[in-house]
Antibody, heavy 117, light 106 residues
Framework: QVQLVESGGGVVQPGGSLRLSCAAS????????MHWVRQAPGKGLEWVAV????????FYAGSVKGRFTISRDNFKNTVYLQINSLRDEDTAVYYC??????????WGQGTLVTVSS | DIQMTQSPPSLSASVGDRVIITCRAS??????LAWFQQKPGKAPQSLIY???SLQTGVPSKFSGSGSGTEFTLTISSLQPEDFATYYC?????????FGQGTRLEI
């Protein structure tokens, strides 16, 4: 079955950087787009970014464009989210999600990023 | 960006009830609409895609309808495990956007 396991979250100071990873298994990773979605404490879901199956195209939410970079390694079955210039409002649980055609069909359990001095 | 508006923000219901949640898009998104369920402290789960198609394994008590700008999620014969927060999401245009959520409470 599909498994998505995020890692890399933690506490980071404002202005700092972090790289999140999502290890995928149970499906042909190189055939599917992958997404990151985040959820601030007590708030709703916010779509963050997507990368196409071959890495040829990437799209971002306006709130993270220029600070976040999504990438993938189809040999390691892993998708990454590099997050730079962290702000208080980036504090959230970050979920990795598998795409199916264009929609999301599976989610990981999430990794918490806390921006705090 | 396309704005997604859900109503109501919260909804009280009882076991056995049928409920309807509405999602409105700020522009035509054809049928590129998904619904997700999230229980407290848990990751979201995918319920419906293409406005009315059930994800594998989702019970038929969940149904979706609509196209263009108006969509609904109907949950019939509510059971205790159905009490959760439900989100719609458009995937017609990047950036994808979610509704603010509807909290379904007993």
């Amino acid at each position: 079955q599909v498994q998505l396991v995020e890692s890399g979250g933690g506490v980071v100071q404002p202005g700092g950087s972090l790289r999140l990873s999502c290890a995928a298994s149970g499906f042909t990773f190189s055939s599917y787009g992958m997404h990151w979605v985040r959820q601030a404490p007590g708030k709703g879901l916010e779509w963050v970014a997507v990368i196409w199956n071959d890495g040829s195209k990437k799209f971002y939410a306006g709130s993270v464009k220029g600070r976040f970079t999504i990438s993938r390694d189809n040999f390691k079955n892993t998708v990454y989210l590099q997050i730079n210039s962290l702000r208080d409002e980036d504090t959230a649980v970050y979920y990795c999600a598998k795409g199916s055609s264009n929609w999301i069909d599976h989610w990981g359990q999430g990794t918490l990023v806390t921006v705090s001095s | 960006d396309i704005q997604m508006t859900q109503s109501p923000p919260s909804l009280s219901a009882s076991v056995g009830d049928r409920v309807i949640i509405t999602c409105r898009a700020s522009q035509d998104i054809k049928n590129y609409l998904a619904w997700f369920q999230q229980k407290p402290g848990k990751a979201p789960q995918s319920l419906i895609y293409a406005a009315f198609s059930l994800q594998t394994g989702v019970p038929s008590k969940f149904s979706g309808s609509g196209s263009g700008t108006e969509f609904t999620l109907t949950i019939s014969s509510l059971q205790p495990e159905d009490f959760a927060t439900y989100y719609c999401q458009q995937y017609d245009t990047y950036p994808y956007t979610f509704g603010q959520g509807t909290r379904l409470e007993i």
